[in-house]
């Protein structure tokens, strides 16, 4: 009798978790490509690692991109699509300042446009561009379940509202992670992305020499640290360029968390890891353990990101050109 209720209970378990798969929209696959392109996969391979042979740095740009891409409008391609006469589009919006490495996603749709017209859509090639090139700077490969579909509106002012800023506190982080169905491990998970890549002065100009327009310095930077930013940085530097994780900044480690644990983030938003029990405990064991199962996190993180808001079905459309609409 006991036996048969918990059976019950399962199966009744199970329909749950299988129906909220479904109203979650995840009708993504692996392999969704294997009967209408089987060579996409190895096409979007071999164009990123053309390019990623050539400019290793890019891969960072590529897994910012995917990240923008995910967190407005659910990952639908939408931060490839270009402005129009009537439409400022996220690329143009502020955030977008160092996003690069368009050319890399347009190669791969055209390379993937010759072998099957009209079938792999933007949002697709963009997931695995993005963890084909952090694979090729040796970092975490991840599965990437595919059939998303493009969407056909990009909003600049929406990158203000969905995107995380990098003077936003754990508060709002925590917040903005959830809105997007991201839990709060996530968060410190998917911030270590910031163990490659670049960032621009005037992102942290305020927070240096104007924290509170006092002239002061965030105090929760590590004061013997500060005078090393300010000669990188002078005031109202638009232009130099920093890295995200000085002296590893183009491998994929998890030195950003000794970084943090330091408290040397380059952002706020880094520092702010430090003042939440869930996170703060996982920087340090990221940090005292050298990432013991950081790409391990990481993985499973970044398969979770891809599945934002996705278009699948019959909604949205496979684009010709990643930067325009059909
Ligand atoms: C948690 C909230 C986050 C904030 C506030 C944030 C903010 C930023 C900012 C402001 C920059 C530099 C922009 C510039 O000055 O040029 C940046 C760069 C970057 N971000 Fe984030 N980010 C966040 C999360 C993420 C996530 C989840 C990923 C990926 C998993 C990511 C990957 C990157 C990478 C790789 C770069 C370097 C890009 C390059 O080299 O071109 N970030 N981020
Ligand atoms: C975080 O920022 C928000 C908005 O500025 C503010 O209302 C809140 O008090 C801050 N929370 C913490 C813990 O600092
Ligand atoms: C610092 O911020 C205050 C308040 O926003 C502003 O009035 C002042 O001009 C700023 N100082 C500098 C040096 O940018
Ligand atoms: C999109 O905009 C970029 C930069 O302005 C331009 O080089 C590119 O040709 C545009 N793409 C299309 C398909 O119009
Ligand atoms: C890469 C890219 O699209 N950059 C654009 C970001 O937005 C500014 C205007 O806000 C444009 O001038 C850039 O071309």
Redesign the pocket.
């Known amino acids: 009798m006991a036996i048969q209720k918990h059976i019950k209970l399962l199966v009744q378990l199970l329909i749950v978790a299988l129906a909220f798969g479904i109203a979650n929209g995840q009708g993504l696959k692996l392999g969704f490509y294997q009967k209408t392109c089987p060579r996409a996969e190895g096409i979007v391979w071999r164009t990123t690692a053309n390019h990623i042979y050539r400019a290793p740095s890019l891969a960072a740009a590529l897994l910012r991109m995917h990240f923008h891409d995910c967190f407005v409008r659910g990952c639908d391609g939408s931060v490839l699509l270009n402005s129009t006469k009537n439409n400022v589009a996220e690329k143009d919006g502020i955030p977008n300042l160092s996003i690069r490495g368009f050319q890399v996603i347009d190669a791969a749709k055209t390379a993937v446009e010759a072998a099957c017209p009209g079938v792999v859509s933007c949002s697709d090639i963009l997931a695995l561009v993005a963890r084909d090139a952090i694979h090729q700077i040796k970092g975490p490969y991840w599965p990437v379940p595919l059939g998303r579909r493009d969407g056909r509106v990009s909003i600049a002012s929406e990158t203000l509202t969905q995107l995380p800023a990098p003077f936003a506190n754990i508060t709002q982080l925590k917040a903005n992670f959830a809105s997007k169905g991201l839990s709060v491990k996530d968060l410190a998970v998917l911030s270590g992305g910031h163990t490659v890549g670049i960032s621009h002065c005037s992102t942290i100009t305020t927070r240096i020499?104007?924290f509170t327009?006092?002239?002061d310095t965030d105090p929760s930077i590590d004061p013997n640290y500060v005078p090393k930013l300010k000669s990188r940085c002078v005031?109202?530097d638009k232009t130099t360029l920093l890295s995200m994780d000085p002296g590893s900044t183009k491998s994929f480690d998890s030195d950003y968390y000794s970084v943090v644990l330091k408290r040397r983030g380059l952002f706020q938003s880094d520092a702010e890891l430090l003042n939440d029990k869930i996170t703060r405990a996982y920087v340090k064991l990221q940090a005292q353990s050298h990432g013991r199962t950081f790409f391990q996190d990481f993985q499973k993180s970044m398969v979770k990101m891809g599945k934002i808001g996705v278009l699948t079905g019959k909604a949205g459309e496979i684009r010709r050109h990643c930067a325009v609409i059909n």
């Open positions: 020499y104007n327009g006092k002239g005031p109202n």
